[in-house]
């Protein structure tokens, strides 16, 4: 007997990426589960379904950066005492990427690269622990949402949340529409997924000196990454990160700041019409702002 569940959560995330660098990306999860009728004459109750297995998920992945273990760029250092750990990707040509964050801003996925095979097997080793003995297995559909419209991958951190958004390095696949004088706009909408493509958008006010930093590594010279830190509540986070590949903000990065930092863009860039943005931040939700 299978019993299956659509749509049962969202993650977002970001990955490591040899090619793109640091993405920011957003899957929903179907889920279906394999196995003999319990007592109650079902696999397992949907509520339980929808509550257990989503908070294991979003335990997981939801939030975190990806980290390829298995691949040649990737060099993991642990500190067990401070619970932390240094994440240096060894991207050739001045675009490596180099983090020191508590531990549980990370997801460490055993292979080459992070695609949705390799973090189904990665979630599903997870999962498989915490089922009862009735469900014999579990099969992950992981699926991006059909964008008909441009879209970008940013990632961020928002140091001021109280939850897992604080973390320094997590991200979304967003779509965004732009309207001009009341009107769509696929030039402008094409403008911003050009501009936001695998892009770290940073906080002006949480750069710092590389030597304030725990992210020195010998042969690595930093005039090329911005460097950003800041304390939160889940303990200090560091980044640093191809200039190239970023873009900064003097507010915060929430996705109210991106929608009325966008709208205040196409101002100076187009003066003289009156403008829509429409920000996501992953599926199904954003931000609005008009000028």
């Not at 019993?3 to 920011?24: A, H, I, K, Q, W």
């Not at 390095?169 to 779509?175: D, E, T, Y």
């Not at 706009?185 to 997924?193: D, F, G, P």
Request: charged share 25%; proline share 3%.
């Amino acid at each position: 007997m299978q019993l299956f569940v659509n749509d049962l959560t969202v993650m977002d995330f970001s990955y490591l990426c040899p090619e793109r660098g640091m993405v920011g990306e957003s899957w929903i999860v179907d889920v279906i589960l394999n196995g003999d009728l319990n007592e109650e004459s079902m696999v397992l109750d949907f509520g339980k379904v929808k509550k257990q297995l989503k908070y294991l998920i979003d335990e997981y992945i939801d939030h975190k950066l990806l980290v390829p273990v298995e691949h040649e760029f990737s060099q993991i250092h642990r500190d067990e005492i401070q619970d932390r750990v240094k994440v240096d990707f060894m991207r050739p040509n001045g675009k490596s990427i180099h983090l020191d964050c508590p531990a549980e801003a990370y997801a460490f996925v055993y292979s080459q690269q992070v695609t949705m095979p390799s973090v189904s097997d990665y979630l599903k080793d997870v999962i498989a622990t915490h089922l009862p003995e009735n469900v014999q297995g579990i099969e992950l559909v992981l699926r991006a949402e059909v964008i008909n419209t441009p879209y970008y991958h940013y990632t961020h951190g928002l140091k001021k949340h109280d939850g897992n958004c604080q973390r320094i390095a997590h991200g979304h696949r967003s779509k965004v529409l732009v309207f001009e004088d009341g009107q769509p706009s696929l030039k402008w909408q094409e403008y911003w997924a050009k501009r936001w493509s695998d892009i770290y958008i940073g906080t002006e006010e949480d750069i710092v000196e590389s030597s304030a930093t725990n992210l020195t590594v010998e042969g690595v010279k930093f005039e090329n990454h911005y460097v950003f830190a800041y304390e939160s509540s889940q303990g200090r986070f560091e980044l640093a990160i191809p200039k190239a590949e970023s873009e900064l903000m003097q507010t915060d990065t929430t996705v109210e700041c991106l929608a009325q930092y966008m709208v205040e863009e196409q101002v100076r860039l187009a003066a003289g019409k009156k403008y829509k943005v429409l920000a996501f931040e992953g599926v199904g939700k954003g931000a609005i702002s008009h000028a």
